[in-house]
């Protein structure tokens, strides 16, 4: 059938019933078959000027691999998508599509816009079955360290292997993927998947060293001076929790979701004699509106809990994606909107309750959204053995601090141009090192523009000595 014309209805993503996914960490969502993917692609109109390319931070060429999957042509398909992306099979699963290239799709003006998202990671996946890994293309010489293994120092080592640089990758923790390992559960991005990416990556030729820590195990004038690197990409994450300072924060059953999504996602804390076993409380009470809330929930609910979130504004400025809130509720989450906490009550030092006020909104503040206000008497406190706070993340200063003349913003951000260049000549970063938390896709696409930054700062210099 002649392209974009087969079927104006979006295919569904088949998930795991909600009745049996609250109780297991396994994948929600099941995945394309080979059909669905290429009926699928067939909707994509092939529009002048891609304007879905436009809303992709990485700047993939979508109406190319979606032209070649809807003949079938599915490994071709993955081959141009793989060109600009490092990290499809993650980027499929967990990237906001809905607010980037599929909200620029022109069919969405019509119907639905082309699940974008569901065929990239058809086609992923598929690939990975096949075993193939890329060659390691010749190396031209020259060395860069990579500080950091979420999605922007994955990204920027990938694009740098493939031009010919030689990349190590340091990882302060002890596997590889940063917060696609530490703190996106399994039950949306399995871990095999994250350890199929750095496969490739490796066969690239990047090497990982684990365990080592910026600013204590090595600072970056150590990564230059004494080990010869010419140039450093840092990564560093966001991963510093943020609290409201309200009483009781301090009492036994409060934890920052960092906190509890690592112990959960990387150390294995819901499995029957975990070494390090996470407080499998009642009643759960999660502070926040965002996909990290999202994640705390759920994973809370999968350890027995019953679980609500508490959110200062209403459902409308919710910043967690569609998709995530509406899994929550499908797994039985509760949501308690113009909510906000004033105080944790304790009972022998543990959680016993959260004390809210109800909120009223006003005028716009500095976000655009609507700001919340406290109603006179209308507090009440939600009753609770266990607070987790998904207020958002700030980076940890224990690498920037140690780099004397890092130029660092008010909330400890380094500070970077739009190329990734820092105040410290050779010295580049990306990601929510320099921006604060944001989207996997959006570090991708630091990442990739500082390895090209990167690559001509050192072409410049000239041939290797």
């Known amino acids: 059938m002649e392209k974009g014309k087969q079927t104006a209805n979006r295919h569904t993503m088949p998930v795991q019933d909600p009745h049996e996914r609250q109780k297991n960490f396994r994948e929600v969502a099941l995945g394309y ?3 669905t993917a290429r009926e699928e692609a067939l909707r994509c109109l092939g529009c002048k000027g891609a304007p879905c390319t436009k809303g992709c931070p990485v700047a993939v060429d979508i109406p190319a691999f979606l032209a070649e999957a809807a003949h079938g042509n599915f490994e071709k398909a993955y ?42 990671r058809f086609l992923a996946d598929l690939h990975a079955a096949s075993g193939e890994n890329p060659p390691s293309p010749p190396k031209n010489g020259r060395r860069v360290a990579v500080v950091g293994s979420g999605p922007a120092g994955l990204a920027c080592a990938g694009e740098l292997a493939r031009r010919g640089y030689e990349v190590t990758v340091y990882e302060a923790l ?13 039950f949306r ?7 199929r990416e750095i496969e490739e990556l490796e066969a690239l030729g990047v090497r990982f060293v684990l365990n080592a820590v910026g600013g204590k195990s090595f600072t970056v004038e150590e990564l230059r001076t004494d080990l010869g690197y010419e140039a450093v990409f840092l990564g560093t994450g966001a991963g510093l929790p943020r609290f409201m300072g309200i009483e009781g924060e301090n009492a036994v059953g409060v934890f920052s979701a960092n906190e509890y999504l690592t112990r959960i996602n990387l150390m294995g804390a819901y499995e029957e004699g975990a070494a390090t076993p996470v407080y499998r409380a009642k009643k759960v009470a999660v502070v926040g509106g965002g996909n990290v809330a999202m994640d705390a929930a759920r994973c809370a609910r999968r350890l027995g809990a019953e679980v609500t979130v508490v959110y200062r504004r209403s459902e409308e400025e919710l910043p967690a994606r569609r998709e995530e809130v509406v899994h929550a509720r499908e797994e039985g989450i509760l949501f308690r909107f113009l909510a906000n906490p004033v105080k944790i009550e304790t009972e022998s030092g543990h959680v016993s309750g959260l004390l809210c006020a109800e909120m009223e909104l006003g005028e716009p503040d500095a976000s655009g959204r609507r700001s919340p206000r406290e109603r006179a008497g209308s507090r009440f406190v939600l009753a609770a053995d266990a607070v987790i706070m998904a207020l958002g993340t700030s980076p940890n200063p224990l690498l920037s601090r140690a780099t004397e003349g890092l130029a660092l913003g008010p909330r400890g951000e380094i500070v970077a141009d739009g190329e990734g260049r820092t105040s410290l000549e050779g010295v580049f970063a990306g990601g929510d090192a320099v921006t604060g938390s944001a989207t996997v896709i959006q570090a991708m696409g630091a990442g990739k523009r500082a390895a090209a930054a990167i690559d001509r700062y050192l072409q410049n210099k000239g041939p290797v000595a």
Do not use: W
């Open 174 to 186: 002890h596997a590889a993927g940063g917060v696609l390992v530490y703190g996106i559960p399994a």
């Open 79 to 120: 081959k141009i998508l793989r060109e600009d992306n490092a990290l499809p099979a993650v980027c499929g699963r967990v990237c906001p599509q809905e607010k980037q290239c599929e909200a620029q799709c022109t069919r969405g003006r019509v119907d639905a816009p082309v699940a974008i998202g569901n065929v990239e």
């Open 189 to 195: 991005l399995p871990k095999e998947v994250v350890g």
């Open 33 to 35: 078959d080979g059909e």
